[in-house]
């Protein structure tokens, strides 16, 4: 099956969001070499669908257990683009391995079974499966898996586009409109439609509670925590890309990734000193309440955090962790770079997750328990009560990982994240699966310019959308494309969101980080994201919305044991991220092809990045939109669920696009699969 | 001639396995899917479902055979055994599982047994009329072994 050649060729042209759509800009080989695992526990089965997969063109994996696939999919991160799997299995249920999939890479889930009566199906639904099929399954049903996907990017690009529309106002509300984050270069609209989704996504994730978050890969908290030293040496006003690529001495690492970073970093900076106090009442209700004003929570919150962060009273392990958890990722890997936004999110999730995250996802597994990393359910924790919930998270969890890459062994959880509210096992889940430490980034992000408040909300968004749309392509590709800066040479990955905005012009810059934030942002709340964006994002998130934004997930994770796990899958945006270990160095067709399409757009295409962002998030909006927030208040969040971390991606996107919840739900997009042993 | 004998006779052959509701829609599912890299795909299904489905019919011996049923246990040991007898477009045989199932939710454990029975019956000689019209595929060549409705 010949694939990822495509995608690259059709990314490469930023061409207006159609690069990632299906069609649109797409090399005509797509859906080929979409990457599937297939899991089944009857062989007869596993067989079948395996050649009609193959007669389709995909990439086929199969396993006949679900610990297996769960294992091929940690392995190899971008090593799928979509999971098709039987609900009821012999070791582990279906709808458990949905949430897996979802909190730790974000992957679309197709679920089958020869069930078709309503609760199952309606299972499916909750946990953020992105298709059900009744079995016997038809080879023109699985032909059209890979629709999900590109749904998936082609809204999140949209979403990226028009994100600038929205208001602040629209904030506090859960936005179901548009994505705010589209595109417009508008900092404030940006910044706006970016906290709507953020608000979005954690109140769909805090309803969900599937807090599967995945974690899309990218900066990892390790490598984050280098950049961060590197600038550090270097003097924030002094860091140029380039010697902080010297000073880092990440192979594979490229300057345009640092650059685009760097770009989030500033912004997050920025935001963090811009950051205003907001009224708190957030009474996490992360336990459920999708509707609490997610962003008087998350803002106040966050700005605790970041406030902390910055003034460095927070351990840097205590940011990291609790920007992983607050945005459900696993975090816990770099301290220091959960900037700000993170830690608020942090911080408020820790502490209703934390008790959560106790009885429930029990089945997420000892690190989903243990993450617990409250995507962004602010709580208007005083910073002594974040350095007390970080200790405790930190005690708590066993397997958090404080330390970068600390963790990776536990990761099912760390996808999970934020959702989780157990500070502890969120941040180790994250890290687990991807190793990307996306807490690093908060501290970059704050640069930019954007206004603290609303700017950083719509940043975020279109960085989490964008990131969502990477994160989705790279989830997809799973462990291959992954930009793992850190690893691989290939750049072309998954931290495309994040390159790209990072890489685009100052134009684009807006976009692209505001996407990336975006995806950030989500993912940071799923835990999953990595980049920079996420840190306008998170802290936007905090600002305005973050209260939706993080108690979406908390909603998510609390209901571990429902379907939202699953949903974690889609969760993490975070596509762009670059995913410290996994990165197989394989780039998913798509990862390639945004990577490309941003360093293409990086030079000077601003919105055409923010267009192949939006494609690529798109895809991943659109999941995680579907499934995940029902309850947000953000309308149309589609979330996913197994898109955890890219809810609050979608979320915003979702608000931006103002896309019907349930309709994208079953579009996950089939990625190609990569050659992954079975 | 003789060949294209043997090719009518496959022909009928099959389409009485249609027509007296051996196999259904799914199993041309799997006709389409051989193709010249995978000549003999069907039988290899076939046989593969024959073999696996072993173990699934033992579990649900077993668990009739306990005093009292568990019928939460038949019915998903029998869950599991429909999915592959659905896959390969056993109809009658799916019949009877779903059959079966019916009488597990009304905790029918006489019903479960007569059908599970009912059940055996048209496994065996579903598998018999396969094995017949796989040799007989064979026979004729490793060309179309099977005739394919377009």
Redesign the interface.
């Given at each position: 099956m010949n694939f990822g050649v495509q995608g690259a060729k059709s990314m490469s042209m930023p061409s207006s969001s159609a690069s990632w759509k299906s069609g649109d800009g797409v090399s005509d080989h797509f859906p080929v070499g979409l990457r599937v695992l297939l899991v089944d526990?009857?062989?007869?089965?596993l067989?079948?669908l395996e050649?009609?997969l193959r007669?389709c063109l995909y990439e086929v994996t199969k396993c006949n257990r679900a610990e297996i696939a769960l294992s091929l999919l940690r392995e190899n991160k971008n090593g799928f683009d979509i999971v098709i799997s039987?609900v009821?299995m012999p070791d582990m249920d279906g709808f458990k391995l949905l949430e897996h999939v979802g909190l730790e890479m974000d992957l679309p889930v197709i679920m089958m079974?020869?069930?078709d009566s309503k609760s199952v199906v309606m299972n499916g639904v909750t946990h953020g499966a992105c298709d059900y099929l009744i079995?016997?399954?038809?080879?023109e049903a699985l032909r059209n898996i890979w629709q999900h996907v590109v749904r998936k990017r082609k809204h999140e690009w949209k979403d990226l586009e028009q994100s600038g529309s929205i208001e602040d106002g629209d904030r506090q509300q859960k936005p179901s409109e548009d994505a705010d984050f589209s595109s417009s270069a508008n900092e404030g609209s940006w910044r706006n439609s970016k906290r709507r989704k953020d608000e979005e996504d954690q109140a769909e994730e805090r309803d969900d509670s599937s807090t599967l978050k995945k974690p899309r890969v990218v900066w990892s908290v390790e490598l984050h925590q280098q950049f961060v030293v590197a600038v550090n040496q270097l003097g924030i006003d002094k860091a140029v890309p380039k010697k902080i690529l010297e000073l880092m001495n990440v192979p594979g690492l490229t300057r345009e990734n640092v650059a685009s970073h760097l770009q989030k970093y500033r912004l997050y900076l920025r935001r963090l000193s811009g950051v205003s106090q907001h009224p708190g009442g957030l009474n996490n209700s992360f336990v459920g309440p999708p509707e609490t004003p997610f962003g008087s929570i998350s803002s106040l919150n966050g700005l605790d955090l970041q406030a902390l962060a910055a003034t460095g009273q927070l351990p840097a392990q205590s940011l990291a962790t609790l920007e992983a958890a607050a945005l459900g990722r696993s975090t816990t890997k770099s301290g220091i770079s959960m900037p700000f936004m993170d830690q608020r999110n942090l911080f408020s999730f820790e502490n209703p997750k934390l008790r959560f995250r106790d009885d429930q996802q029990p089945q997420l597994g000892n690190n989903n328990k243990q993450m617990n990393l409250l995507h962004g359910i602010p709580t208007n924790m005083e910073p002594k009560q974040l350095a007390n919930l970080h200790q405790s998270a930190q005690s708590s969890f066993r397997g958090m990982n404080m330390q970068p890459n600390s963790n990776h062994h536990g990761n099912q959880s760390s996808s999970l994240l934020v959702q989780m509210s157990q500070p502890p096992s969120r941040p180790q889940m994250f890290n687990d699966t991807n190793s990307n430490h996306f807490s690093m980034i908060p501290s970059s992000i704050a640069q930019p310019t954007l206004p603290s408040g609303m700017g950083s909300g719509v940043l975020a968004r279109n960085g989490i959308v964008e990131n969502a749309r990477g994160a989705i392509y790279n989830s997809a590709s799973q462990a291959s494309t992954m930009v793992d800066f850190s690893i691989n040479q290939n750049t072309d990955l998954p931290g495309n969101g994040f390159l790209l905005a990072n890489n685009a012009g100052g134009q684009m810059a807006t976009v692209a980080s505001k996407g990336l934030l975006q995806e950030e942002v989500t993912s940071e709340m799923k835990g999953s994201r990595g980049l920079a964006p996420s840190y306008d994002i998170f802290s936007e998130l905090h600002q305005h919305k973050s209260q939706d934004w993080g108690l979406p997930n908390v909603g998510l994770t609390f209901d571990a044991s429902q379907h939202s796990n699953m949903r974690g899958g889609l969760d993490v945006p975070p596509s762009v991220l670059v995913q410290q270990n996994n990165v197989q160095n394989r780039i998913t067709p798509f990862g390639k092809a945004i990577f490309s399409a941003a360093e293409e757009s990086g030079r000077g295409n601003g919105p055409n990045i923010g267009q192949q962002l939006d494609t690529l998030l798109a895809g991943n909006s659109l999941r995680v939109k579907a499934e995940s927030l029902p309850e947000a208040s953000c309308q149309n969040t589609l979330f996913h669920e197994q898109y955890n971390q890219e809810d609050l991606m979608s979320a915003l996107l979702k608000q931006q696009e103002g896309v019907g919840p349930v309709t994208n739900e079953f579009g996950f997009d089939g990625y190609a699969l990569d050659n992954l042993p079975v | 001639m003789e060949r294209s004998q043997m090719y009518r006779q496959l022909a009928n052959v099959r389409k009485a396995l249609f027509d007296q509701g051996f196999l259904d829609e799914?199993f041309v599912?799997?006709e389409?899917?051989q193709?010249d890299a995978?000549p003999n795909?069907v039988e290899?299904?076939v046989t593969?479902?024959y073999r696996?489905?072993i173990r699934l019919i033992q579990n649900i011996e077993l668990a009739l055979e306990k005093s009292p049923l568990d019928f939460t246990k038949l019915d998903?040991c029998m869950?599991?055994f429909?999915?592959?007898t659905?896959?390969?477009?056993a109809k009658k045989v799916k019949n009877e599982c779903t059959q079966f199932r019916e009488y597990c939710k009304a905790g029918n454990g006489e019903g479960c047994k007569r059908t599970y029975q009912q059940l055996k019956k048209e496994y065996a000689v579903l598998k018999k009329k396969l094995e017949a019209y796989f040799q007989l595929a064979r026979q004729i060549g490793p060309v179309d072994g099977a005739c394919r409705p377009k």
């Open positions: 526990d009857d062989p007869t089965c067989m079948i050649k009609m007669n039987d009821h079974s020869a069930d079995k016997p399954v038809r080879i | 799914q599912q799997l389409e899917l193709d995978n795909f290899e299904i593969l479902f696996d489905s998903s869950h599991q429909k999915g592959s659905t896959s390969i477009g």
